[in-house]
């Protein structure tokens, strides 16, 4: 097997990301490491991040998926809306018109009906620190290259 393909192959885990405006790098950043700890995967089979369009200039997002050089997609409302998901949210919903943006973004991100991981939440610890994230990972269907 070529190390391209491997690459390819090994890159297969969509992480959906809610956040609040204005979250930072470093707290996604560890809401990450947290999820991916807790459930024993490893950082290097991520494909990218998903999450709802109008966070697609969210700087926390983009300057994480820079930095790691992941591919950042992005879902409009009607389409995560139309997704259906373990954990809605009612509150969210109201909002921003759709009850899923994590686990709605990771199912689209990776054209799965299921999650690997659902939603996790998680507030900086650091009571000055703002922001708050949301985190679930959908697992591409193996494919051959």
């Known amino acids: 097997m ?4 491997f690459s390819l192959r090994s890159k ?9 405006k204005g979250t930072s790098r470093e707290l996604i950043e560890v809401a990450i490491a947290h999820v991916f700890r807790e459930h024993q995967l490893s950082q290097s089979a991520i494909a990218g991040l998903a999450t709802i369009d109008t966070k697609a200039d969210e700087v926390g997002l983009v ?5 790691r050089n992941w591919l950042l997609k992005t879902f409009c409302a009607e389409i995560l809306r139309t997704v259906c998901v373990p954990n809605p949210s009612q509150l969210i919903d109201q909002y921003i ?15 799965r009906k299921s999650l690997l991981v659902p939603k ?3 507030r900086p610890v650091i009571k000055d620190q703002k922001g708050m ?5 959908a697992q591409v269907k193996d494919r051959k290259l």
């Open 63 to 67: 300057e994480l998926c820079r930095e």
């Open 2 to 5: 070529l190390l391209a393909e």
């Open 120 to 122: 996790q939440i998680f």
């Open 133 to 137: 994230v949301t985190v679930a990972i």
């Open 12 to 20: 297969n885990l969509w992480l959906g990301v809610g956040c609040q």
């Open 97 to 111: 018109a759709t009850p899923s943006v994590a686990e709605a973004a990771a199912l689209c991100a990776a054209e």
